[in-house]
């Protein structure tokens, strides 16, 4: 089994999410997306598979969206039912909901699930839905040392930021202080300075 790409679109064929296996063109990849709802007017309804000269639509209908598997001809049409039976549930399960709404709010979780299921090349994983959450929900030392590095230089900069508005806060008041004292001292001083100029 090669799948080629792995999508999620609506009924007028808008792709939502789109996730390439091998490589393709951009082109090619959104030729292949625009032709689906038209071909999909012209097929029979009982099956949920269409085949042109060139690929093969494997697809099934949640709710008001696609979940779409473009496979070559030469691909099993069984492991490709079962990946998309398997694609059907982690849809719900890390989007939240089969909405266009939820389907866009959760694109990277989507492609990381689907990256589970599929590997680079189009193969399919023997995985199950309950490895594919573990795995997704796993986390790496390398994020974790990142993140309480980001976390440092936040709090770094925030002390910085304290540290500079007191000091400019005392400077503030020291030369308000100087400013009043030397109208008042300034006078003073020019008058000691008269007097002693005198005597």
Known sequence: MVVLSAAVCTKNGKALLSRQYVDMTRIRIEGLLAAFPKLLGTGNQQHTFIETDSVRYVYQPIEGLFLLLITNKASNIVEDLET??????????????V??????????????????????GGYREQISLQ?????????????????????????????????????????????EGIGGGSMSGGGGGSMEGGMGGGG
Do not use: Y
């Open 99 to 120: 909405t266009e709404e939820a389907v866009q709010g959760k694109m990277f979780e989507l492609v990381f699930a689907f990256d589970e299921v599929i590997t680079t």
């Open 131 to 175: 490895q594919i959450q573990t795995n997704l929900s796993m986390e790496s030392h390398e994020e974790k040392l990142h993140k309480m590095i980001e976390q440092s230089k936040v709090a770094s900069a925030k002390d910085e930021a304290d540290r500079r508005a007191k000091t400019i806060g005392e400077e503030r008041k020291k030369m």
């Open 84 to 97: 998309l039976r398997l694609l059907s549930k982690v849809l719900p399960d890390q989007a939240g909901g």
